[in-house]
């Protein structure tokens, strides 16, 4: 258990949605790191904050957005979803904004249907 | 940009083999590079790291890397492999921002 939580661990919907994807950090780190793992493109990275700012962004698509909140936890919100969205995603935490080592949750396991 | 390639999507080795799994990187700077293990429907765990102190690195499960600058390769072995070590593996390097850039991933095989 890297002490990295996400919710759901599964979620089904349609085309054209929007879904919520919900992570809460190991206690004490900062950063909050977003992946998203599908067969095709593997594991991307698609935005990082810390401390409730944005400190980069990756591969991240205009219909996807996140943020960090005070209490460090972080949400990553996918819009308008298509087919392709379908894959893993992984919140990923360290303890600052550096090269420290990035704890992985177990992901959200998202199908569009 | 910072990179890795990993060399065989694919790799099987009988119970108590050797195990090597290659990974290649690519960085303007000096790379912080990781390996991580991911078993089926769980999440990515750390294997080993390497930050400069030591070429080579010692992880958990008995694995370690070797950090080889000339060759700019940071390959994974295990002297014998065990059933449970079957799984997907995944080096990565630290990029922009400290994200991690992971290869494609290499799954390993473990046959009786």
């Known amino acids: 258990d890297s002490g990295v939580t996400q919710t759901p661990k599964h979620l089904i919907t349609a085309t054209g949605q929007r879904v919520t994807l919900r992570c809460s950090p190991r206690s004490g780190d900062l950063s909050v790191y977003w992946y998203q793992q599908s067969l095709d493109q593997g594991l991307q990275f698609l935005i990082q904050?810390?401390?409730?700012?944005?400190?980069a962004k990756g591969n991240i698509l205009e219909r996807f957005s996140a943020q960090q909140f005070p209490d460090l936890h972080s949400e990553l919100n996918l819009s308008s979803l298509e087919l392709g969205d379908s894959a893993l995603y992984f919140c990923a935490s360290s303890s600052g904004g550096g090269r420290e080592t990035q704890y992985f949750g177990p992901g959200t396991r998202l199908l569009v249907l | 940009a910072q990179s890795v390639t990993q060399l065989g999507s694919h790799v099987s080795v009988s119970e108590g083999a050797l195990v090597l799994l290659r990974c290649n990187y690519s960085?303007?700077?000096?790379?912080?590079l990781f390996w991580y293990v991911q078993y089926p429907n769980q999440g990515l765990q750390l294997l080993l790291k390497?930050?400069?102190?030591?070429?080579l690195v010692k992880g958990i499960n008995g694995f370690e890397a070797e950090f080889k600058k000339s060759e700019t390769s940071f390959h994974l072995t295990k002297p014998s492999a065990h059933m449970s070590d079957a799984a997907e593996y995944f080096c990565?390097?630290?990029?922009?921002?400290?994200?991690?850039?992971f290869g494609k991933g290499t799954s390993l095989l473990v046959t009786p």
């Open positions: 390497y930050t400069s102190a030591a070429t």
């Open positions: 904050y810390y401390n409730g700012e944005e400190r």
């Open positions: 990565a390097v630290s990029g922009s921002g400290y994200a991690l850039n």
């Open positions: 960085s303007s700077v000096p790379p912080y």
